[in-house]
Every structure is written in structure tokens, then in C-alpha cells.
């Protein structure tokens, strides 16, 4: 059986598709494209020059500041794209055997040790296709290490009020209960209200820290004393990994098992969906659960171990996202044993956003931050009916990309912003004096940011309708051909 897709025409076949024997059913002949789409004819430069009008409308890391708090927009070096490039890596198979891909497994095998090192755990898996997916097969191997144990009735996980949204998704999927732990005025997690809530059904906790804060938990290693007394175990989400790369090892706070993610931290083309990579880390006792094949040294060669009688079994098909170890293993040989220096820079810039910002926006937390902070627009909102939203609207006119706003939900009016490494001291001073203009404009013309943005091409939607009645469709010229795309 075939799938038709357009009507017969008098000396012309009908394009067909190959059903490959499954029982694919025709397509509605009143859906049927009844003459085939007249598309304009149109010299090569004026089609270029079409599409880099359209490129150009786009923002990304390569046309501005992108001070995305909670999700690192670093600049990725374009070394890393030819390194991915060389034939060696781009040509080769994803079910090459062993011996013709010992280059591959050699690269991974070493990231895998860097990453050991970064987590202070011995072993990790390269599998898992993203952050979200790495906190799946965390939650998944806490099932396998209870179950082995006997001790199923562990099934509570804990997450701070502050968790990204991805932690109550992934404690759901993986079949355990989500409770919810308070923070404390400082910003740290409420430890008596932790005390309370971790008992014999407690499985373990999800934190990530530095926090979305961009706080570092000043009592962590009590939190881990709490979780392993009682016989639960502590996961760490390294969606903020990029603050304390060689400062501060996950395994020596007392974490059991730590995911990254390599398109953050360690330089990977982020955004619109992916390519990214979650590789987990975990300590001995957990090894034998680690998803299956696993990369392994086998004297001088190296392999892929597809017999693990304990593993959860695979997460993803074939051994990981390829593309994105070679690129984060180029970055991490890039820096070397000076890999601390990126952490060192960006909790830096961080910092002096927040000591040029925090007189003139409210500073829930009056501390030195990690990575990231929180600013907040409530005084806006309170005296001049300015939000956060409004704020984050008129920075595009400066040519600077909105931070996460409303996030963390303990914040009101939140404004999260993270510079990363690889802004320059004058960029960053840009954005102070934009930032430092909108507070201003805030009291003295409100109504203009209210209506911003003024000068992108796109200016202000009701983003309530858009996400409840999203509209797309085309627009048709008399001739039947696509004039435009209209929404509502």
C-alpha cells in the first residue's frame, strides 16, 4: 500500500510515499492539493538576501547578551564545531564495531574520567540525551538500589520550593511521590522543616546547588547528614554546575548521584530544543545499575560493556549524543587543568552585575551570589505598576535578550540573570546602563515600557491568548500561492 499525496494530473503520476507494508490509509480527497503550489521565480541573490533578512530577525549568542539565569547561554567556540567536524568523528557509524570506533570510545572513555573528577564520583554514564533525562535515569537507578535492597516502600523523593520544573516532572514519570521542602530567608533549605519530612518512605532528595538562586546551600553537608542517616540518598541536579567547576566537588558535599549538562556547562550549541547531553555520575555502590553498554578500558583498547546483568538498561539508543561529547571534551582540553577559571569568571561577573544592580532593583537574598541571582521588580509593580514582564520587554530595545523572569516562584516579580564567563566587562557595563535606564524610565514614563518593545519586529502580544488559542495559517494570494502568515 502507498500513501497518496496529491491528485493524478493527466500525463503525470501522483507522488507516492512508501507504506513499507503498514497499514497507512489514503489522504481525504478533499485535503488533496488540487494544482500543484505556485512558488515564486526569483534570481539566487534576491532568495539569499530573502532568508538573511529573515536569519537577521533572530537572537541568538552570536547577535547579543543572552543573560539567561537558569539556563547558561555561553558563547561556544567555534573550534569546537571543526574539531566535531573531522572526518574521523563526523563519518563514522552510530553500530561501527568496537575495533573500527576505537577513537570514539577512546574520547569518551576520557570524558568520562574528566567528568568523575568535576563530580568527585567514580563512575558515569555518557547515555542519557539531556539534563531532564539524566534526572529520569537518576530517579530510575534510586528504584533499582531500593528495590535490591528491599525496600520498596521508599518512595517520597524531596525537592525545595525552588526546583527547576524539571525535578517534579521527573520524580512523577519515574513513579515516585514529590514533597516539597521551604526556603529559609537566606535562601538556604529550612533544615527543620527538612527534618520533618524525611522519614522511612523518604527515597532521597533533588537539589540543585547553587540553587536557581544562585545561592550555595551554607548547610549542606547537615542536609546530607539528614538524607544518609536515614538511609536516602541525595541527587544532584547540575543545571548550575557552571558555578563551582573545580571549587566545589557534588560527591564531597554528600551527593550520590549527579547529572550534567554538557550543553550548558561545557560548551554546546543551546537552544530551540537541543542537541544536548545529560551524562550521570554516581558512587561505587550504584555502578552496577548504571544503564547499559557502558564505556569501558579493556587493556589497551577500549569497549562497549553490554553485559550488566543490575542495569536499568538503556535510556537512549546507542551510547549517547556523539556530537556533543566531542564538543564539550574540546572545551574541557581547551582550558586544561585551568578549568576552575571558568567558574572563577563567571561567579565573578555575576557578582558585579549584582553590586551594580541591587540599589536600584530589590535583592531578595543580600548575599554574594554563585553564578546567577535573583533581582526583583515588586517596588515597580507596587509604585508605578511596572513588572517584571514590562522590564523584560524593553531591555530588547537595547539589544539585549530578556533574563527568566517569574522564576523562581519564591521570588515575586523575579528577574534571574547569569552573564556567564564569556561576556567581556564592557558588555556587561551595557547592560548595567540598560538595565539602570529601565529603572529610571520605570518611574518617569511608565507607559513606554508598558508598550515596549518598540523597535523589534515583533512588538508586544496578549501572551495569555497565544499560549491558550494559538492561530497559525496562511494567507493565499488570488493566484493560490502563500503571501504571508497571518496569527490570531
Known sequence: M????????????????PSYGLPVPEIPPELRRERPPRLPEVPENELVRHFTALADRNFGIDTGFYPLGSCTMKHNPRVNERVVSLPGFRDLHPLQEDEGAQGALELMWELQQI????AGLPAVTLQPAAGSQGELTGLMLMRAWFAER??????VIITPDTAHGTNPASVTMSGFELE??????????????????VGERTAGLMLTNPSTLGLFDEGIEEVAEIFHSRGALLYYDGANLNAVVGLSRPGDMGFDIVHYNLHKTFSQPHGGGGPGGGPVAVRAELEPFLPSPMVVRDGDSVRLDHD?????GRVRGFAGPFGVFVRAYAFMRAYGPALRDMSEAAVLNANYLLARLKDVYDLPYDRHCMHEFVLSARTFKREHGVTA???????????????TIYFPLV?????MIEPTETETKERLDEFVDAMRSIAAEAASEPAKL?????????????????????VLRYAFDEAGAPDRIKTG
Open 2 to 17: 502507498e500513501l497518496i499525496f496529491e491528485k493524478s494530473k493527466p500525463g503525470r503520476r501522483a507522488g507516492r510515499v
Open 115 to 118: 567528568l568523575a573528577e568535576v
Open 150 to 155: 528491599g525496600e520498596p516502600e521508599r518512595t
Open 180 to 197: 516539597k521542602v521551604t526556603t529559609t530567608e537566606r535562601g538556604n533549605l529550612d533544615l527543620d522543616d527538612l527534618r520533618s519530612k
Open 308 to 312: 550488566r546483568p543490575k542495569s536499568i
Open 389 to 403: 514582564l514590562d522590564v523584560a520587554k524593553r531591555l530588547m530595545d537595547h539589544g539585549i535578550h530578556p533574563p
Open 411 to 415: 521570588v515575586p516579580e523575579a528577574l
Open 450 to 470: 508598558k508598550e515596549a518593545p518598540h523597535s523589534r519586529p515583533v512588538r508586544r502580544l496578549d501572551e495569555v491568548k497565544a499560549a491558550k488559542q494559538p
